[in-house]
Each structure stands twice: as C-alpha cells, then as structure tokens.
C-alpha cells in the first residue's frame, strides 16, 4: 500500500452545530433560565438551549450536548486538524497525539468551549467519530465521546506550544456519570472504521 493508499484522518468542525439525536423535541414552551434572563451571556445560553437542545423524557430535563450523527455534508470545507497534525492514538490511554500546530489552532479555539464545539473525526472525508470539545467554563455536560481541554485559559498568555496528548472520554449515562471521577475506560477498537483508520495508516501509539 503507498502513502497515498492510507487513510486520510483529519479533524473537522462541523459548518453548524448538529442537534443531538437523543431525547425528543420540544414541543412545549420551555423556558430555560427564567431568573437570569437579564444576564448576557444566560441569553445567548438560553438561545442555544431553545435552538438544539431536546427533551429527555425519563428526567424531564434538557440534553444539549448529546449524541449525533455527522456526514461529509456536515463537514467545513477546511480540516480543522490536518492529516499530518494527526500524530497517532493510544488504544490503551484513549490519547490521541496531535502536533504543536495543532494544539496551537485547539488554544486559540477554546472561548468556543464554553458551550461544547463539536468535532468530527474523519477518514478520508468519511466521519469515523463525533464528539466534543469541552472547557472548564462549560455550562452543559456532555452524554457523547468529549475532549476536556484544560491547557490554558482566558487571557492567559499564549505558551510555546508542543505535541499534546488529548484523551477522548465517553458518557452515555446523565450529570452524575458525566461527573464521575473514576469513569469506565471506553474501548475504541470497538469502532471498527475507527481502528481500522488508525491501523492502516501506521497512527496506533506504542
């Protein structure tokens, strides 16, 4: 197989953000927030929250940033992580290596963390694995495959920036598992386009 045989994965941003798959529509007025209406940036969450958030009808809550399926179409016309950011991925850790160029373009896109920015992992354009972006300052938990950024943070001064390691976790569960300390580790050779990508371009960390 030459080079140009391999599979391409790269990391994409979604061109709008996916509405999660999970739950129902809401179909009732809903009114997230009340008390802190007047609060800017409780506006622009409870905008977010009416625009893609469904109902979970077991709790009677919202889901904002759940699962969600992703297609070529979803994609920006530009990789947001390229093919030779890409470093490898640790079946063992759930740590996928990027370079310092990569991490630097993850620094400067972490003011987008607050509310969770999706992210599509591809493989030759084919979205292999969806999930999140997701920052400290985040206002909602996360039932899907997330990052959790914490390198940095608001008006912090822009670091020497090196290959980082960003570990992929997974909650299917609610707040209370999305919050656990001990999380059960996920399996990702369990995706086969996932790991086959991986494998046949050499990426699998040893």
Known sequence: MTNSDLPKIEIYLPKERIKTKDGVEITREWNFIES????????HSNKLLREFARLDTVTDNYIYAGSYNADEDDLDINPFIYENEIISFDFETSELEISASGAEKLWNLQE???YSRQ???????KPILTGYFYGILSSSYVNHFYIFYENGGFGEKKPVFE?????????SKSMKGFFKTDKEKYDFKTIAEFYNAFKLSGRIAE
């Open 36 to 43: 802190t209406r007047t609060d800017s940036s409780m506006i």
């Open 112 to 114: 987008d963390f607050i």
């Open 119 to 125: 992210f599509i992992i591809t493989a030759d354009r």
């Open 163 to 171: 290959n980082e390691k960003l570990r992929i976790e997974y909650n």
